[in-house]
């Protein structure tokens, strides 16, 4: 299993899509969004090729995502899953044993304009 690295960028956006979906919805659905956050991540170290994930040539070498939605069945709290998840995670491997989460970015954004090349991972170590 790889470790998980959040850049502050993708921490920022967790804390915001977090925030916000309290602030719409309320406090369940910020649990219920919270834990389908944390099971694709878990995804993620698992298998960050897994069928579903895509290489985003477009936006950078070695760049992929990773919808929400394809890991909606392993997050229900309670019996209940979050309905239409929105956002997708852009990640990089980091060698052998990590990988980078870049950004968390709804997915109707221009993906591009929230990418900064020089951005770094803080050790996990």
């Known amino acids: 299993m790889r470790r998980i690295r959040l850049s502050a960028a993708a921490e920022t956006d967790i804390i915001e899509i977090l925030e916000n979906s309290e602030r719409e919805f309320g406090r ?7 834990k389908l956050l944390r099971a694709a991540l878990r995804d993620l170290a698992e298998s960050a090729t897994r069928p579903g994930s895509v290489a985003r040539p477009e936006l950078g070498d070695d760049i992929r995502s990773w919808h929400l939605r394809l890991s909606r069945k392993r997050a229900k709290l309670d019996g209940r899953a979050v309905r239409r998840p929105r956002h997708l995670l852009l990640y990089t491997l980091i060698g052998d044993n990590a990988v980078g989460i870049m950004r968390v970015l ?5 993906l591009h304009r929230h990418l900064d090349a020089g951005m770094s ?5």
Do not use: C, G, L, V
Not at 28 to 34: G, S
């Open 121 to 125: 991972f803080p050790s996990n170590d």
């Open 28 to 34: 369940a659905a910020r649990e219920r969004y919270d």
């Open 106 to 110: 709804h997915d109707a954004m221009e």
